[in-house]
Nanobody, 124 residues
Framework: QVQLVESGGGLVQAGGSLRLSCAASKFTLDYYAIGWFRQAPGKEREGVSCISSSDGRTSYADSVKGRFTISRDNAKNTVYLQMNSLKPEDTAVYYC????WGWGGLTESNYRYWGQGTQVTVSS
């Protein structure tokens, strides 16, 4: 059973930073493309960032470009989302998702496995 666990969420003031982690258990993350998604209250879930399984290719939503950075540490079996210059509109539950091999992009339906999410709240 593939399991993903997000951590690192919390409450931060606008302009602050958080680093989210997506840790995998019972499988090797190296072979999976990973996406980060978020869902704010009353809104649909949206893609934030993603990273390929092999060549390190990344993609970001326009709303987070230049502020968020996705990376992976295969030795730790973890993918990170570094979030800087946070804004109140970044407040949401953040989810990581995985699909074996290749590229998932920012489309939910491309991903097979999902974590339970971690809450990020940015105060103004």
């Amino acid at each position: 059973q593939v399991q993903l666990v997000e951590s690192g969420g919390g409450l931060v003031q606008a302009g602050g930073s958080l680093r989210l982690s997506c840790a995998a258990s019972k499988f090797t993350l190296d072979y999976y493309a990973i996406g980060w998604f978020r869902q704010a209250p009353g809104k649909e879930r949206e893609g934030v960032s993603c990273i390929s399984s092999s060549d390190g290719r990344t993609s970001y939503a326009d709303s987070v470009k230049g502020r968020f950075t996705i990376s992976r540490d295969n030795a730790k079996n973890t993918v990170y989302l570094q979030m800087n210059s946070l804004k109140p509109e970044d407040t949401a539950v953040y989810y990581c998702a995985a699909v074996r091999w290749g590229w998932g992009g920012l489309t939910e339906s491309n991903y097979r496995y999902w974590g339970q999410g971690t809450q990020v709240t940015v105060s103004s």
